[in-house]
């Protein structure tokens, strides 16, 4: 794997202008996967030990931190992300923190998952970041309290080591952990601020709660259902498309740019597991003079199997929810849309059942990462 860049120490006093002029980031391997802690899946920062300057839920906000080096209030300046009050010693001739020393937050991820990788953000926190950070990860069933999350009897799995971070940079970590997690605890060193958390992975549904629902939408996001490639992302990510809810904006969904070839984009997926699939939706939700002309979708059993036409390339409707019954249940892993020319579908649903191959694989992986 390419290694990823680390950032440590300072970043210089804000001097005006762009407030992201300076901002040290970089291409992190990892966010091909989907976001776990999405507050869209359901993800929360339920619990932290202080957030005296400013509150733990913005590290969930889905946009990039924002920074007004005129806005105070009357507790100091106020920041877009988590930030705790100074860490003081027990004395005046031991005035400094022990090493032991931490902030801590508790946030459980709109899907439980394998975690790939994760970044703690510290946009515009210049001097006034932690030191360090560490992420450990649990897996608990069910919608425990923080009281709970935190008794002596919940195993925590360190996923990130504690590591020196850098001030208003986007900090990576890998993570190698093959389990599922439901929850993390987010650490800084001794005290500081954080701006936003991302945490990347793959979603592992308990297969139990599939088999009761019987018929729904295998390739969801919430369910297990990831993006594998897509033709274009100029505007929007793919993965928009298997977000949980209709599309509520524009950008809530995936456009590409304007073609000037004969060809046309497309989106692969991988599904929850082998699926019998009998219902399709295609939604174009506030694309209106941007919506695809015509798609399809094809579905293909195994990586290697060869693509079946399920749904014909069919003229589509700007701003509009297509749903389309199958004549006969396709069985596959894989599905793709094809979108002529260009432009954009909000969500692409396939309703159906997990074949019992697909929830014997599935009950096993849940197993065997610890679920």
Known sequence: MTAIPHFTGDANPYGGGDPYADYRTADFPFTQYANLADRQLGAGVIAA???????????????AAEFDPEHFG???KIMDGWETRRRRGVSAEHPWPTAEDHDWALVRLGAPGVVRGIVVDTAHFRGNYPQAVSVEGACVPGSPSPEELLADDVKWTTL????AVGGHAANGFAVSAEQR???LRVNQHPDGGIARLRVYGEVVPDPRWLSVLGTFDVVALEY???VEDASNLFYSPATNTIQPGRSRKMDDGWETRRRRDDGNDWISYRLAGQSEIRAIEIDTAYLKG??????????RDGAE????????????????????LLDAPAIGTHARVDI????GISRLRLFGSLTPEGTARLAARHQELGG
């Open 340 to 343: 002529f020319p260009d432009g």
């Open 49 to 63: 030990n202080d957030e005296f300057f400013a509150q733990r839920e913005n590290l969930l906000v889905p946009t």
């Open 224 to 226: 297990g259902g990831q």
């Open 290 to 299: 941007n919506s695809a002309g015509w798609a399809s979708v094809s579905v």
């Open 181 to 183: 997690f439901t929850h």
């Open 305 to 324: 199997g060869e693509w079946v036409q399920v749904l014909p390339r069919t003229r589509l409707q700007p701003d509009t929810n297509h749903r389309f």
């Open 160 to 163: 990130v080591t504690r590591t």
């Open 74 to 76: 009357h507790k100091g």
